[in-house]
């Protein structure tokens, strides 16, 4: 919730489970879409209509949009205000970076999260003018072309607003739960964990962070045990049970990540140097006139 101040996942980018990078290289007028192999070597370049991001989820600058099956991309155009009057998002087909989908949604919002095999896409909702803490979660069936009318929300609790700002994401292996932790708006920080396949949702009540003036240095790990882990510094704070959704004291030891998940990982020197070389290309796309798409 909350126009989030890491909104797009910049230069960092999304890493596919075969370590294929996507970066989006942008300028006040045009963005490139760039394609880096595990090695650091760029092997793709795709012209974009417009400036658009790699969308991230989170204060700590969780990307999110690249399905679990490596197949569909979805990528937010930027925006210059609050709100926007519309939001438009592309879906591109990987790894030949096609544009499948050119999504237009009256009204503002961002990107949230994807299904598995990216049939399925999850938005923020802002739904007013002048504060950014009230939205809703909305899933759009790509399929059908259309917002699924009803929001997501917590069946158990369908009168309660989400409300906050979201600090850290994690994602299961498979794609198909998104782990957010939010602060709660003042009141009970929160975990809110999303069902991408079941179209449903969970909010977990954390209590015992509640008052706690370090919330945005807290991030959310994976555990080999079945559970999500709040940690601050890798220390685990609480515990929460993928399966009951149950909270509770962690146990002595550090975080591991035994399940084959990881967060994603900063961009490293290597790529980092290939970036100077994308925005080299840019530059040389910006001298010719681009191709149609």
């Known amino acids: 919730g ?6 797009s996942a910049g230069l960092a980018g999304i890493v596919t489970p075969t370590g294929f990078r996507y970066v989006v290289i942008d300028s006040p007028e045009t963005s490139v879409l760039v394609r880096i192999a595990p090695e650091g070597r760029i092997v793709a370049m795709k012209y974009l209509p417009g ?30 205000t609050f709100p926007r009057k519309r939001t438009r998002f592309l879906v591109l087909s990987t790894p030949g970076m096609f544009v499948r989908q050119d999504v237009v949604l009256e009204g503002d919002f961002t990107a949230d999260a994807i299904s598995p095999d990216g049939s399925l896409l999850y938005f923020i909702q802002y739904l007013s003018r002048k504060d950014p803490g009230r939205y809703a979660v909305r899933s759009y069936d790509r399929e059908g072309g259309r917002l699924v009318p009803e929001p997501v ?41 999303l069902d991408t396949v079941a179209v449903e949702a969970h909010c977990i009540d954390l209590a015992e962070l509640a008052g706690r003036d370090d919330l945005v240095r807290l991030r959310l790990r994976l555990r080999g045990s079945g559970s999500v882990a709040v940690v601050n510094d890798k220390r685990p704070l609480l ?5 009951t959704f149950q909270v509770s004291k962690p146990e002595t030891g550090s975080v591991s990540h035994s399940d084959g998940s990881t967060p994603w990982a900063p961009i490293g020197a290597g790529a980092g140097a290939l970036i100077a070389a994308g ?13 149609a798409t």
């Open 51 to 80: 400036r658009f991001a790699i969308p991230a989820v989170a204060y700590d600058g969780t990307p999110t949009g690249l399905s679990a099956d490596g197949k569909t991309l979805v990528l937010v155009q930027q925006r210059s």
């Open 279 to 291: 925005a080299l290309s840019l530059t040389l796309l910006r001298r010719r006139r681009p191709a």
């Open 239 to 243: 515990m929460l049970d993928r399966a």
């Open 153 to 193: 929300v917590d069946r158990s609790e369908p009168d309660e607003e989400m409300r906050g700002s979201p600090i850290s994401r994690v994602t299961s292996r498979d794609g198909r739960w998104a782990y957010t932790l939010y602060d709660g708006g003042g009141g009970t920080p929160f975990v809110h964990a």
């Open 2 to 7: 909350g126009p989030s101040v890491a909104e």
